[in-house]
């Protein structure tokens, strides 16, 4: 008995998603790299923003009581919820993230659309654009007040819990592991949202604000948050740059892990129609056609995954000049 096609490989549409995504963003990064380093800073600046607002709920909730119980754990809970909105921020305003570029490039480098050269590249201009952007950010806190009094005081507990996994074997093991994790969630976010079956705005928000919930409620690690962060609070009260340096690299790397192979990787294998020594042109896939009747009517044009940041009904690629 035959088995449709679409039934092995269900995520075919998804990974052609990408495969377009992958090929605007190498374009982007090399052609008008200076337009790719500002979408990709105001995903920088977003983050710091919420992660900040993060921290001022926290702060406000640790110093409420209630019949002498403090409501530090429903702050975290709060804030949480509300930094879960930055990816819906990103999403909208067709920013670019590094972590959700790490699943792109990773299933363009299966599929030989791209060299590990432009993959790199792509991916070194948006961390240095989300970077950017959080400079920006932590330029303008510190002529303000916003990070001072009990939110400066929850920041630096927040930098010195980060800083003292390098303390030990078992604390940079630790961190390490939430880095895995914290790409791996987010990016299932974004394949639900991208694979064709989610097809309403309200469905698509919570699915992002849930994954960015769990992260910061678990204390995953983010790379790009953490660059952000340790920036913010390096400006306004000074930090060890060298282990700021070195959360920041085994985040990286975890990130990759989790966003990269974990889900990129293991998404185009599981969903390559032939083996991937046949994916040797650069226009082919290597998933075979998909029918016009496997993609649902509403589903994301293949031009609009650009990392957290197209809305599903974004305009053809040959319309916009940043694609």
Same mark, same amino acid.
């Given at each position: ?13 998804f ?6 995504a992958?090929d ?17 800073a105001?995903a920088g ?11 001022a709920?926290?702060?406000? #909730?640790?110093a ?9 754990g ?10 879960g909105?930055?990816?819906? #921020? ?14 792109v490039?990773s ?8 060299t590990?050269?432009?993959?790199l ?19 303008l ?5 916003l ?6 005081t929850q ?13 030990t074997?078992?604390g940079?093991?630790?961190? #390490?592991v ?13 394949l ?6 989610v097809k309403d ?7 992002m604000?849930?994954?960015? #919930?769990?992260?910061?409620f ?39 892990i ?21 994916s ?8 075979g056609?998909v ?10 044009p293949?031009?609009s995954?650009?990392a ?15 694609t």
């Amino acid at each position: 008995m035959e088995i449709d096609d679409d039934r092995l490989y269900p995520g075919r549409v998804f990974i052609e998603n990408t495969l377009e995504a992958a090929d605007t963003k190498v374009h982007m990064s090399s052609r008008i790299t200076v337009r790719y380093l500002q979408r990709a800073a105001m995903a920088g600046f977003l983050i710091g923003l919420f992660y900040v607002a993060y921290h001022a709920t926290a702060a406000t #909730f640790a110093a409420v009581q209630v019949g002498g119980v403090s409501l530090v754990g429903f702050g975290k809970m709060l804030g949480s919820f509300i930094f879960g909105w930055a990816l819906v #921020f990103i999403f909208f305003t067709r920013s670019e993230l590094l972590t959700s570029n790490m699943m792109v490039v990773s299933i363009a480098h299966y599929h030989r659309r791209t060299t590990t050269r432009r993959a790199l590249r792509v991916l070194a201009t948006c961390f240095l654009g989300n970077a950017l952007g959080g400079l920006v950010l932590a330029l303008l806190l510190k002529c303000s007040t916003l990070v001072s009094g009990a939110v400066a005081t929850q920041m630096a507990h927040a930098v010195e819990v980060k800083l003292g996994y390098l303390d030990t074997a078992a604390g940079v093991g630790d961190l #390490f592991v939430r880095a895995i994790l914290c790409n791996l969630v987010i990016n299932v976010a974004m394949l639900l949202v991208y694979n064709g079956f989610v097809k309403d705005s309200i469905t698509m928000t919570l699915t992002m604000v849930a994954a960015v #919930f769990v992260f910061a409620f678990l204390g995953l690690e983010h790379s790009v948050a953490n660059t952000v962060f340790f920036l913010i609070v390096g400006l306004s009260q000074g930090i060890d740059v060298a282990r700021a340096a070195g959360n920041v690299a085994i985040a990286l790397v975890g990130n990759f892990i989790g966003g990269g192979i974990l889900i990129g990787y293991y998404y185009a294998y599981v969903n390559n129609q032939r083996p991937r020594s046949a994916s040797v042109d650069p226009g082919s896939t290597g998933i075979g056609p998909v029918p016009a009747e496997s993609v649902p009517a509403q589903s994301i044009p293949a031009q609009s995954i650009l990392a957290e940041s197209v809305p599903a009904q974004s305009v053809p690629v040959e319309e916009v000049t940043r694609t």
